[in-house]
């Protein structure tokens, strides 16, 4: 990654993953010395939420959260660590991205299939 700051985390694909992965992400923001507005800091916490527990719901053995800035903005991205996947999309995926843009400073997400599993992300300007 070029001219931006980076974290990750990996952690066990369980229904605990979301609440682990979002107080880190918060936190680690702070560290980074981001001071969003308290309805950011809830679709931060919202958004990383959703991200995990989609990558979660795939069934890999874990999951890995990625973190990085560039111009007021966060990446968020989760990984699911499921091989094999042939697409980017299941069948809840397109409702997954639906909730994630129903954030306001969510600026875009997608998702992909890769052989690594499935990465699934969300950019929020901070």
Do not use: F
């Not at 680690?28 to 959703?50: F, I, N």
């Not at 989609?54 to 499921?82: F, K, P």
Request: proline fraction near 4%; hydrophobic fraction near 40%; aromatic fraction near 4%.
């Amino acid at each position: 990654m070029r001219n931006r700051r980076g974290r990750n985390w990996v952690l066990e694909s369980a229904p605990w993953a979301a609440g682990k992965a979002r107080t880190a992400v918060v936190e680690q923001l702070g560290r980074w010395d981001y001071r969003p507005a308290p309805d950011t800091v809830t679709a931060v916490e919202t958004v990383t939420t959703l991200l995990v527990e989609a990558a979660v719901a795939d069934g890999g053995a874990a999951v890995s959260v990625h973190l990085s800035d560039q111009d007021g903005q966060a990446c968020i991205l989760a990984l699911s660590h499921h091989i094999g996947l042939t697409t980017g999309l299941d069948d809840a995926g397109g409702d997954v991205l639906h909730h994630i843009t129903a954030h306001q400073p969510v600026t875009g997400c997608g998702t992909d299939a890769g052989p690594d599993g499935r990465r699934i992300w969300a950019v929020i300007d901070l």
